[in-house]
């Protein structure tokens, strides 16, 4: 049997994050270590520990798939690992966050007002009133926060269908996070083999 590591119960984070913005927006801020710390791991390491020991989102499917059988555990389509869907899909992930920032500097600037809104796949609107309430922070750290929590939870709600449909951890194969590590892990490993 395994021995269990203190990095196993991860999944448990991926919980917890979900579940306070639930109630706070403003602890979507929370969900930058997960966005962050791969990319330092990679960059500072020239390898993906990251999404193999320590990213919870990949630990929650695989518990929710596998141990809750709740996972058909069919293979997925080639095309959901291929090159051009992980880069396309980067690239949009990438224009997504983008626009957070640009919707955040927007409000920041005073050009455009908080909108208060969790969005999910970017366009419905989930009436989660409660999230926050009007002056607990500076306008922009509430928008950046009601724009990465709507981003996190659709990719994560993505996650989960692919999972249903496909083996548990289907999502790893076209994760922004590992996409764009993986890509700093190859350019780390050229610059050492040009050394």
Not at 12 to 23: P, T
Not at 71 to 95: I, T
Not at 118 to 134: D, E, H, M, N, S
Request: proline fraction near 3%; glycine fraction near 8%.
């Amino acid at each position: 049997m395994k021995k269990a590591h203190w990095y196993d119960y991860l999944w448990i984070w991926s919980i917890i994050y979900f579940a306070l913005g639930f109630f706070n927006i403003l602890f979507a801020w929370l969900g930058m270590i997960d966005f962050l710390v791969p990319i330092i791991i990679a960059a500072a390491g020239g390898n993906k520990a990251f999404c193999n020991n320590f990213c919870g989102r990949g630990q929650l499917f695989a518990k929710l798939g596998s141990d809750c059988k709740c996972s058909r555990k069919k293979q997925a389509p080639k095309w959901l690992s291929s090159k051009w869907f992980r880069n396309g899909f980067l690239v949009f992930f990438l224009c997504m966050f983008g626009n957070i920032v640009f919707q955040t500097y927007l409000v920041a600037a005073g050009s455009h007002s908080l909108k208060e809104a969790i969005k999910l796949f970017w366009c419905i609107r989930v009436p989660w009133g409660w999230t926050y309430q009007a002056g607990m922070v500076s306008d922009w750290a509430a928008q950046f926060a009601f724009g990465f929590y709507s981003l996190m939870l659709t990719s994560t709600i993505i996650g989960i269908i692919v999972m249903v449909l496909y083996k548990p951890r289907t999502w790893c194969t076209f994760c922004p996070m590992g996409t764009m590590t993986q890509t700093i892990c190859k350019i780390k490993a050229h610059g050492k083999e040009t050394f």
